[in-house]
C-alpha cells in the first residue's frame, strides 16, 4: 500500500511543480524573442542604412558624372561644326538650301537636342527645326556672348513656361572674318527624366544656388530653401519621389536613426554647379520589416511547436490522470472494504481476547480450586472441633467458654467466605467503572489469590510498599488480573531455576509504580513481547495473549506495562500508573519479606 501511494503522490507533485517551470520557460522563450527581434532590428537598421547611403552616394557619383559627361561631349561640337566647310561656305555664299540637311545629318551622331546656324546678323539660316529658321536672335544671350568672345560660349536661359535651356554657341570665321554662329542646344533635361522612379528626389542647381534641373518641375528655378517654403514639403516630395514612400518632414514617425530620408550632395566641376538627392529609408523599412518578420514568424512557429508539444503532453497526462483517478478510485473501495474488514476482524479480536482473558481467569479457578478446597478443609475441621467442644461445655454449663467457641466458629466462617468472594469476583468480568484504589490493597489481593501456587513453587517472596496507601484511578478487578498475570509468568519463568526470588515493589514519584522482579532466565525478544500470540511457553501451556491484554488493562487506566531484564538474572515488569492524589508529605517507605 505505501509504495502504491508514494507513486501518485509523486506524479502529483511533479504535475504541481511542472506548470511553473513551464510558464517560466514560456517567459524566458518570449523574452529572448524580443531581445533577439530587438537587437536583429538595430543591426539590421544600421546595416541597411549604411548599404542605402553607400548606394545613395554611388548614385549621386554616377548623376554629377553623367551630367558632366554630356556637357563636356556637347562643348566640343561647336568647335568642330565652326569649321565644318559646308556650312562656312553656306555663310560666305548666303545659300543655304542643303545647310539644314546637313545640321540634321549631325543630330543623331552628336545626340543634341538642336543644331542652329545664325547670320552675323543673327537671324537663323539653317536649322535642326526648321520651323526656327528666318527667326532674329541676334539679342539671345548665347549670340551676343559668341560675337564677344573667341570661344566656345556656355549659356543658360529659361523659357516662360519656367524650362531651362542649355547651350554651346561659337563664332563661325573665315580668315578672321566674322561669318556667323553656330549654337548647340544641349538636352539636361532627358537625363533627369531618367531619374525618376528611383528611390531619391534629385537637383542641380547653378553657382548662385538656382535650381536648374530637378525631378520635381515646380522646384525649378527656385533655391533649395524657396523650394521647400514654396510648397508644402510633404506633398512636394511625394511627387518628387513618387512612390519612394513617406517623407521625413510631414512623417512623425521617426524611424530608428535620425531623420526618413538622407540628404547628399556633390559638386560638378562644371560652372560650379551642384546636385543634391534627397533618399528615402522606406526601403530600409521594408527590408528591415521583412527580416524582422521572418524572425517574428520563426519565433511563431518554434511557440506553435512548444503549444502542440504540451497540448500533447497534457493530453497524455490528463488521460494518466484518469487512469491514476479510476485506479485510485478502485483503490478507495478496496481501502474501504479493507477498514470495514479490518474493523470486523478487530471487534471479534477484541470480543476474543475478553473471552480468553476470561477463559484464563477461569483456568486459573480451576488451578486453584485444589488448593482452595484444603484451605477450606482446615476450618471445617477446626469448626467441627469448636462444635465438639461448646456441646460438652454447654452440658457442663460452662456458657461463657461455650460462646468463646461459638465465636471462634464464626471468625472461621467469615474467613471462608473472604475466600468465596474472591474466587467469585475474580470469575466475574471487570467492568468499566472506574474508582480510586490503593495498589497495595490490589497487590495483596492478587497474592491472595495466587497464594496456594506461590506456596506450592516454594518462592521466596520480599516485599517492599510505602505505609500510606498509594491511590490510583482503576478498576480494581482489572487491575487484580494484571498483578496475577505477572505474578504467573514470573513463576514460569523460575521454574527451571534452583534459586526462586520474587520481588514485589510498589514506589511513588510522579507515577505509581508496581515492580515485578524475578530470577528466571530473562526475556530474549523485548521487542515482540508485547503482541498478541507471542510465547515462549511450550504448546499446551499458555497461547501468548497474556502479555497482551495486561498491557491492554494498563493502557485503558492511562498508564503503561515496560518490560526488561535485570542488571542480574531474572526480568523486571513494571505496571506504571498515574497517581489520583498527592503523596502525604509524612509518607515514607517501609519493606518487609513473606
Known sequence: M????????????????????????????????VAVVWVSNILLTERFTETTRNRAELRLAL????????????????????????LIRSLEQNEYSNTSAHLISFVEEIGAASLMLLSREGRVVAATDRQRLSELRSSEPYFVSALRSSDTVFNI?????????FTFSRRVELDNR????????????????????TSEAVFLTDSTGQIILSTEPRWRGLTEDEALERQPAPNAIQRALEATGDWAFGDPRPYFFGDDTIRLQSRISFRGWRIVSYTAYASVRERVNSVLALEIMGFALLLAGAFYVLSRRARLQSVVLQRESAELRRLNVRLQREIAERQRVEKTLEEAEQSLAQSQKLAALGEMSAAVSHELNQPLAAMKTYLAGARLLLQRRRVDEAASSFQRIDDLIERMGAITRQLKSYARKGGDALEPVDLREA??????????????????????????????LADRLRLEQVVINLLRNALDAM?????RELDLIIAEGDEAVLSVRDSGSGIDDLETLFEPFYTTKKPGEGVGLGLAISSGIVSDLGGRLTARNSAGDGAVFEVRLPRLGDRPADADDDGSGA
Open 178 to 197: 566674322l561669318l556667323g554662329v553656330i549654337l548647340v542646344e544641349v538636352d539636361l533635361a532627358r537625363i533627369v527624366e531618367r531619374w525618376r522612379g
Open 157 to 165: 536661359s529659361q523659357s516662360e513656361s519656367g524650362v531651362f535651356g
Open 63 to 86: 548623376y554629377s558624372g553623367s551630367i558632366l559627361s554630356e556637357v563636356q561631349r556637347h562643348s566640343v561640337v561647336p568647335l568642330l561644326l565652326s569649321r565644318d566647310p559646308v
Open 495 to 499: 521454574k527451571e531455576s534452583d534459586r
Open 2 to 33: 505505501s509504495v502504491t501511494d508514494s507513486a501518485p503522490s509523486a506524479s502529483r507533485r511533479n504535475r504541481v511543480g511542472r506548470p511553473w517551470v513551464t510558464r517560466l520557460t514560456m517567459l524566458l522563450f518570449l523574452s529572448v524573442a
Open 443 to 472: 497487590l495483596k489481593g492478587a497474592i491472595t489469590m495466587m497464594e496456594p501456587q506461590l506456596r506450592s513453587s516454594d518462592v521466596e517472596i520480599t516485599q517492599s510498599m510505602p505505609r500510606r496507601p498509594v491511590m490510583v
